[in-house]
C-alpha cells in the first residue's frame, strides 16, 4: 500500500532513514484514533514499552498530531508531559525529533522523526513538511472505491456467515456472491477473503 502513496518510497524511506537516525513513523488517513496505514521504523524496545505503558494517552507528541497541522520540533510542544514521555524516549534515542502533520478532507496524515544528536534543521523541516502534504494527496487518491454491492458481501462475510449465507441473505446468487467477493480482492490486490476484509475495515469502508 506505501507504494501507492509514496512514488520511490524505498529511496524516500531511506532518506528519512537519514534525516531521522534513530527511527520514524509515518500514518496516513488517520481519523477517530486509526490510520488507515501505519508504519514504524522505531526502535522495537521504544515501540514495546511505548505500548506496554500505554503511553499514547499523556504523549504530547501524539497530542499535538491530533490537536494541530503544520510541522513542529518536539523541543517547541507545549502540551504537557504528565507521564515523562519524553524523557523515557531520550533513553532509546529519541532525543531531537518533528513532528509534520496534514489534512486531506477529514483525515490527517503525519510523520514523526527521531535522531540522538541535533534538531533537525530547517531545510529538513521544509523537506518533510512538504513530503507529508505530497503523500498524504496520494494516499488519499489511491483508496480503494468499492461498490455498495461488494461493500454488502464483505459486511456479512465480516460479521461470520458463509458465502451461501450471505448470498441468501442478500436476495443474490451464491456466484454472484463470489463474483463480488472476487472483485473486491482484486482491487485491494488481496489473494484472501480474511484480507481483503481486514484492508476494508481498516479504511472504514466497512
Not at 1 to 22: F, K, V, W
Not at 149 to 157: M, W
Request: charged letters at 25%; zero cysteines.
Amino acid at each position: 500500500m506505501i507504494e501507492q502513496a509514496i512514488p520511490n518510497h524505498e529511496e524516500e524511506l531511506a532518506r528519512l532513514a537519514e534525516i531521522g537516525t534513530t527511527g520514524f513513523v509515518i500514518g496516513f488517513g488517520l481519523r477517530f484514533g486509526q490510520p488507515d496505514f501505519f508504519l514504524n521504523r522505531y526502535p522495537e524496545a521504544w515501540t514495546t514499552k511505548y505500548e506496554e505503558e500505554n503511553y499514547f494517552f499523556g504523549d504530547p507528541v501524539a497530542a499535538w498530531t491530533i490537536a494541530r497541522t503544520g510541522a513542529i520540533r518536539w523541543s517547541e510542544i507545549t502540551f504537557p508531559d504528565i507521564r515523562n514521555v519524553m524523557p523515557e524516549a531520550a533513553k532509546h534515542g529519541l532525543i531531537y525529533g518533528a513532528t509534520v502533520v496534514t489534512k486531506v478532507g477529514r483525515k490527517r496524515s503525519f510523520m514523526s522523526l527521531a535522531r540522538p544528536d541535533r534538531e533537525m534543521t530547517d531545510a529538513e523541516m521544509e523537506y518533510l513538511h512538504s513530503q507529508i502534504q505530497l503523500w498524504a494527496r496520494l494516499f488519499a487518491r489511491s483508496q480503494v472505491a468499492l461498490t455498495e454491492g461488494e461493500i454488502d458481501v464483505l459486511r456479512l462475510l465480516r460479521d461470520g456467515l458463509t458465502q451461501g449465507e450471505a448470498s441468501e441473505r442478500l436476495g443474490i446468487s451464491t456466484s454472484t456472491v463470489k463474483f463480488r467477493l472476487s472483485s473486491a480482492q482484486k482491487k485491494f490486490g488481496a489473494n484472501r477473503t480474511a484480507n481483503v476484509i481486514a484492508l476494508a475495515a481498516r479504511q472504514n469502508i466497512i
